[in-house]
């Protein structure tokens, strides 16, 4: 493996990680670091044939979430094996389900970097209480945290009381070009699929589960429609609040003005931006990030937003976007309108602007290796 310091990423119950390939394909360029990468999943990873595809190595450990505790249990033994056959000089994982047996194994194993993106901050305290005390463990056996947003870094040491030495603020970022590739075609065909020719559409991107708020989207629709009757609220993704969501938007009378459409090829997203006039970030008051914030500002889409995760780090109030300071549907209903009326001020350009600055992929990686480098005492 050469003179290059060994990183291992670390990712459970995800079959293909996009930001795990954005390292992938970066580390190729390095000079000083090389990736490995495991999944924890309960089917073969498409990671697999990805990392491979560019000469990386990915170790596929089977985890079935139907049986989170025996599964965590088996991975730590997995796990500490594997370390001591590939003797990373970095173990880096990123949600709680391999943070936990990732760091046991490693402190076990004798790997002094443990080096935690905490990813899922939060999740815990508001959804899962009983889990709050190995969040806390997680901090204790972690050697360097890594809050993806302020408002994270604060709670991650007010809430979770880690060492505040511990903990460092790198946000998330995004490849500028290939977040930003719109198709003039696919921003057609999307129009002519969803009807949204001469519409004003209010966009929305995520997992149809409860934490992501999207029923605050509908209650927001209902004050709008009448005022503008040619708005669309578009929601691109699947879960299990879908049947919920559209019977409430019937009884709101907006199911004509809301539309779901079901998953979207991941290649479409940057076009589905593209047909945006606003995008409605609907997510409760605790997110550690928020990627598709990221995704939108950089094209150049401004965003009405509760003061959570990225927002409250790149996001100026009436300058590139407009952040609400109540979650409630009439303060959601006046942002949309504030951006509406005052297209003049160029929002989404400004809000392009910083986003790409401050939120691209090479700052990132230039972050995170700076990290690596003090970690690691070079």
Same mark, same amino acid.
Request: aromatic residues 12%; contains cysteine.
């Given at each position: 493996?050469?003179?290059?310091?060994?990183?291992?990423?670390?990712?459970?119950?995800?079959?293909?990680?996009?930001?795990?390939?954005?390292?992938?394909?970066?580390?190729?360029?390095?000079?000083?670091?090389?990736?490995?990468?495991?999944?924890?999943?309960?089917?073969?990873?498409?990671?697999?044939?990805?990392?491979?595809?560019?000469?990386?190595?990915?170790?596929?450990?089977?985890?079935?979430?139907?049986?989170?505790?025996?599964?965590?249990?088996?991975?730590?033994?997995?796990?500490?094996?594997?370390?001591?056959?590939?003797?990373?000089?970095?173990?880096?994982?990123?949600?709680?389900?391999?943070?936990?047996?990732?760091?046991?194994?490693?402190?076990?194993?004798?790997?002094?970097?443990?080096?935690?993106?905490?990813?899922?901050?939060?999740?815990?305290?508001?959804?899962?209480?009983?889990?709050?005390?190995?969040?806390?463990?997680?901090?204790?056996?972690?050697?360097?945290?890594? =809050?993806? $947003?302020?408002?994270? %870094?604060? @709670?991650?040491? #007010?809430?979770?009381?880690?060492?505040? /030495?511990? *903990?460092?603020?790198?946000?998330?970022?995004?490849?500028?070009?290939?977040?930003? =590739?719109? $198709?003039?075609?696919? %921003?057609? @065909?999307?129009? #002519?699929?969803?009807?949204?020719?001469? /519409?004003? *559409?209010?966009?929305?991107?995520?997992?149809?589960?409860?934490?992501?708020?999207?029923?605050?989207?509908?209650?927001?629709?209902?004050?709008?429609?009448?005022?503008?009757?040619?708005?669309?609220?578009?929601?691109?993704?699947?879960?299990?609040?879908?049947?919920?969501?559209?019977?409430?938007?019937?009884?709101?009378?907006?199911?004509?003005?809301?539309?779901?459409?079901?998953?979207?090829?991941?290649?479409?997203?940057?076009?589905?931006?593209?047909?945006?006039?606003?995008?409605?970030?609907?997510?409760?008051?605790?997110?550690?990030?928020?990627?598709?914030?990221?995704?939108?500002?950089?094209?150049?889409?401004?965003?009405?937003?509760?003061?959570?995760?990225?927002?409250?780090?790149?996001?100026?109030?009436?300058?590139?976007?407009?952040?609400?300071?109540?979650?409630?549907?009439?303060?959601?209903?006046?942002?949309?309108?504030?951006?509406?009326?005052?297209?003049?001020?160029?929002?989404?350009?400004?809000?392009?602007?910083?986003?790409?600055?401050?939120?691209?992929?090479?700052?990132?990686?230039?972050?995170?290796?700076?990290?690596?480098?003090?970690?690691?005492?070079?």
């Amino acid at each position: 493996m050469s003179n290059k310091k060994h990183i291992v990423m670390l990712m459970a119950n995800n079959s293909s990680v996009p930001y795990f390939n954005w390292f992938a394909e970066r580390s190729l360029l390095s000079n000083e670091y090389i990736f490995s990468f495991v999944a924890l999943h309960n089917e073969k990873p498409r990671m697999i044939e990805e990392m491979e595809k560019r000469g990386l190595k990915c170790y596929w450990i089977y985890f079935d979430p139907a049986k989170r505790q025996l599964s965590m249990i088996k991975a730590v033994f997995k796990l500490f094996w594997l370390f001591k056959k590939i003797k990373p000089d970095i173990v880096f994982p990123n949600l709680f389900d391999d943070t936990l047996p990732s760091l046991i194994a490693a402190k076990l194993a004798g790997i002094k970097v443990r080096h935690v993106i905490k990813q899922d901050t939060g999740f815990h305290w508001n959804y899962a209480p009983k889990g709050i005390k190995y969040d806390r463990l997680i901090n204790r056996f972690a050697t360097e945290l890594i =809050a993806v $947003s302020t408002q994270a %870094k604060n @709670f991650i040491i #007010d809430c979770e009381k880690a060492n505040p /030495k511990k *903990v460092f603020l790198i946000p998330s970022g995004l490849p500028v070009e290939s977040t930003t =590739a719109q $198709s003039e075609a696919r %921003k057609q @065909f999307l129009k #002519d699929k969803y009807q949204l020719h001469d /519409k004003i *559409v209010i966009g929305s991107v995520g997992r149809l589960i409860h934490w992501k708020g999207h029923k605050i989207i509908i209650e927001t629709a209902r004050l709008l429609v009448k005022k503008y009757p040619q708005i669309r609220f578009v929601i691109a993704g699947e879960g299990e609040l879908k049947d919920e969501l559209l019977q409430l938007a019937k009884e709101y009378n907006v199911a004509e003005n809301f539309i779901l459409t079901g998953w979207m090829d991941r290649n479409d997203i940057p076009s589905f931006y593209g047909v945006m006039d606003i995008y409605f970030h609907s997510a409760y008051s605790m997110e550690p990030f928020g990627y598709v914030m990221a995704e939108a500002m950089m094209n150049a889409v401004p965003i009405v937003s509760t003061n959570t995760g990225c927002a409250t780090d790149i996001m100026s109030h009436k300058v590139n976007g407009y952040i609400v300071g109540e979650r409630t549907a009439l303060c959601f209903a006046n942002g949309i309108e504030f951006i509406l009326q005052n297209k003049n001020l160029n929002f989404g350009e400004e809000a392009r602007k910083i986003s790409c600055e401050k939120l691209n992929f090479e700052t990132y990686w230039q972050a995170h290796t700076n990290l690596f480098k003090k970690s690691l005492g070079i």
